[in-house]
């Protein structure tokens, strides 16, 4: 399917798309680049690229497709870097766990190149970073939103789509603002509250002592806590506006709740817990929709 691919950025995340690639016979050759030789080296050794380059604008040069999986933050840097040296025809994707800023980034920086950008985002991922934890099958059964602009050229949408599927991805597209509202509500929020909820236990006098005796049910609650700080931070603040709207109606639920454990209200309080059980149970990891009654 391609040529090259240019990896900006050899993490878990891109580390596995270029592994992905490779396994499946979609790519020729693998040109990496990360600010760490180190990591660049480890991900040569491990099969995920074939050559370090000493720069991002030497990643690319030559490149047919071009991976972007760097932290949010770090996207207008990395697009000013290789905006010169993108080929013509060449694809450029992202990895970003945000899009209304990436988007705004590329408006910025890439200028008359901006109908090579696909800006995507994976859902798929673990709380252990580095390219150490790349895998070939991480991209396979998982969603990858795509939310490409009214400049971006149809045919590289239909390329990004195809290379995608190819890896074994669900691939979905909407608008950078309904991606951001709604992974605020499904991923930015549940990450914040799980950092807050480790916090608030740990930071109790007793809180060692309450880790000691934590079975499953706060094994999988807290799981997302262990997540990189740097990526989260990023998240985060790019995206704060839609998280606080949807902190503001956590709030409102778990208010609600504690209102009626106040009272002792039994009844009401089954009545609270019963909808959200019974949409939890229905729910499957990929359904576009939860039935009627339970959360849609």
């Known amino acids: 399917m391609f ?3 240019g990896l900006i950025g050899c993490g878990m995340m891109g580390g596995s798309f270029a592994l ?6 979609l790519v020729q050759r693998v040109v990496g680049y990360s600010k760490s030789p180190s990591t660049t080296d480890r991900a040569r050794k491990l099969g995920a690229i074939d050559v370090a380059a000493e720069s991002a604008l030497l990643a690319v040069a030559g490149s047919d497709i071009v991976l972007i999986a760097v932290p949010v933050a770090a996207t207008e840097t990395t697009l000013k870097a290789i905006r010169l040296g993108l080929e013509p025809g060449a694809l450029l994707m992202d990895v970003g766990s945000t899009k209304r800023d990436v988007v705004d980034a590329a408006r910025r920086v890439l200028r008359d190149r901006l109908s090579a950008f696909v800006p995507a985002h994976p859902i798929a991922g673990k709380e252990s970073a580095g390219i150490q934890n ?3 099958e991480l991209y396979r059964g998982r969603q990858v939103i795509l939310t490409p602009l009214p400049q971006t050229d149809a045919s590289l949408t239909q390329k990004a789509t195809d290379a995608w599927s190819a890896v074994g991805a669900q ?15 499904v991923s930015h929020l549940p990450h914040l509250l799980a950092f807050a909820y480790f ?3 740990v930071n109790q006098p007793a809180g060692r002592d ?9 094994r999988d609650f807290t799981r997302i806590a262990a997540s990189s700080p740097e990526v989260w931070r990023d998240i985060l603040v790019a995206n704060r ?3 606080l709207k949807q902190s503001q109606l956590f709030r409102h639920a778990l208010d609600a709740l504690e209102l009626v454990m106040r009272s002792a209200n039994a009844d009401a309080l089954e009545d609270l817990i019963r909808s959200p059980s019974e949409g939890r149970s229905n729910w499957q990891m990929g359904n576009l929709r939860v039935g009627p009654g339970n959360g849609r």
């Open 210 to 218: 309450f880790l000691s005796l934590a079975g499953p049910g706060f």
């Open 134 to 136: 790349a895998d070939a």
């Open 241 to 243: 506006e839609e998280v």
């Open 171 to 185: 691939v979905l597209k909407m608008t950078p603002e309904n991606h951001d509202a709604a992974f605020a509500a």
């Open 20 to 25: 992905a690639l490779k396994r499946g016979g």
């Open 3 to 5: 040529t090259q691919l």
């Open 199 to 201: 916090s608030a236990v």
